[in-house]
């Protein structure tokens, strides 16, 4: 390993050592999909990988994407993947092997990718290693409504949820379930297929009929070819210390190692959105619960599960079942280093995987949203300014901010305060939000340019 790059890096950037021992010269490929420059988990997946030594390659929509300018980026690969046919981005994923010139792990970040892998992977494996979950699996888990098929078939709780032909009958379930409900993108991975795609929010809480006709608007106007759908779907009331998510892998042999719980204390948007800070919390009741759940679905792979626990019952009710990384899963990070990302890396290259465990209460925060999400549970009365800043000072673990790897923070703190001001100076002219667009779909080859870590054997062709 070349001395450029540390196999431990300094307190609040990464704990833990980089696995000494483990073969780390097969190359990994984070995929991503979705079009959002402001992607956290896949720069948590370049540094995880990136400080054990593996050449990591990454594709990204912008060459101005933060995460593209790691310095543990052997190469970023410009491309834009959704949206075309599925042969095409078979080919662009051959065309990418070629460049890098031996087979490669590949890390699916987002739904579209862990379902394209799954239904369309077959004809990579010869140059791509990845997990083998059933074909048709990460869709029917993804799609909201066929995830809560699934949990009444498994005998596991989930919230009762309708996924709505017109208006009326999302009135009538929401009248039903009684105010608030929760709306959620049906297929929320087709969202930035549209054209307003990326104004849709995935979920968000429904307080009055008007809300909801609000948001049936949007859903509508967002109609592309692949429409993203609105599910109605139960609340289940929040309170602090009640929502859950579980953060895995299953190998090949159907072992679930790592197994990871934790407790999500913010989220962005406040109560219905992503992670903002999160604390890892042991509950071996849970996690034995869900890893009996993806023995019965025979899942394989990295996997990330949002869980609420319901006062009416006692039950944690299952809200959303992702089949690929979490953007949070740096969390759980053992310490010896091992994380879900580290765990399939090396179960796929044929190589043992500790049963190391997270220390207890870890915590985890987003500096791009967490502060915009304070403001929320402040206003509610939930958190002061105090109790925030003395969070943040002692957080062990950031998605950004990085002291061995700081360009990406940099760029990410540009990209947000220009995000600011040019929505600002848009709501005083009265224009609509402009969205971007920086590599053009219609570029079917992916692009391949030198990262920052040049260091390394294997050299890729660019291309």
Request: charged content about 20%.
């Amino acid at each position: 390993m070349s001395a450029a790059i540390p196999t431990t890096v300094a307190a609040g950037a990464a704990a833990g050592p980089a696995l000494p021992g483990a073969d780390v010269t097969i190359p990994a490929v984070v995929l991503k999909f979705d079009p959002n420059v402001m992607h956290h988990g896949s720069l948590g997946a370049i540094r995880s990988l990136g400080r054990m030594g593996v050449p990591v390659y990454a594709v990204q929509e912008s060459g101005w994407a933060p995460a593209g300018h790691s310095r543990y980026l052997r190469g970023k690969v410009l491309w834009r993947p959704a949206g075309l046919p599925a042969g095409q981005v078979q080919a662009g994923l051959l065309h990418l092997a070629e460049l890098i010139g031996r087979p490669a792990v590949l890390i699916p970040t987002d739904d579209a990718g862990a379902i394209f892998l799954a239904e369309h992977g077959e004809a990579l494996r010869g140059m791509f290693l990845f997990a083998a979950p059933p074909a048709s699996l990460p869709r029917e888990l993804a799609a909201k409504q066929s995830l809560h098929t699934l949990c009444a078939d498994a005998d596991f709780p989930s919230p009762r949820s309708c996924l709505a032909s017109s208006v009326d009958q999302a009135a009538a379930a929401a009248a039903d379930y009684g105010y608030p409900v929760v709306g959620k993108l049906a297929w929320p991975w087709r969202s930035s297929l549209s054209p307003a795609g990326s104004r849709l929010l995935s979920t968000q809480i429904i307080r009055d009929r008007a809300g909801l006709d609000a948001a049936w608007r949007a859903m509508e106007d967002g109609r592309g070819s692949s429409p993203a759908g609105l599910m109605v779907q139960e609340y289940i009331p929040a309170a602090p210390g009640h929502d859950w998510f579980f953060h895995g892998y299953v190998g090949a042999d159907g072992a679930c190692c790592p197994a990871c719980t934790g407790i999500k204390d913010r989220s962005y948007p406040a109560y219905a959105g992503l992670t903002s800070f999160g604390r890892c919390v042991p509950n071996p009741a849970l996690r034995d619960r869900v890893t009996d759940l993806l023995t019965r679905l025979n899942y394989r792979g990295i996997v990330d599960l949002d869980l609420r626990l319901d006062d009416r019952d006692g039950q944690y009710k299952l809200l959303d079942f992702n089949p690929r990384l979490g953007a949070q899963f740096r969390l759980f990070t053992a310490p010896d280093g091992l994380d879900v990302v580290r765990a399939a890396y090396l179960d796929l290259t044929g190589q043992p995987v500790s049963r190391s465990e997270p220390a207890a209460e870890r915590t985890f925060m987003v500096e791009s949203y967490d502060p915009l999400s304070a403001i929320s549970y402040w206003r509610n009365g939930e958190l002061s300014p105090w109790s925030w800043l003395a969070g943040a000072r002692a957080v062990h673990e950031t998605a950004w901010f990085a002291a061995d790897d700081l360009r990406p923070f940099e760029l990410m703190c540009l990209r947000m305060g220009w995000r600011m001001l040019t929505r600002q100076l848009q709501r005083a002219a009265g224009s609509p939000a402009r969205t971007e667009q920086a590599v053009p779909v219609s570029a079917i080859r992916p692009h391949l340019r030198p990262g920052r870590n040049t260091a390394g054997r294997y050299r890729a062709k660019a291309g």
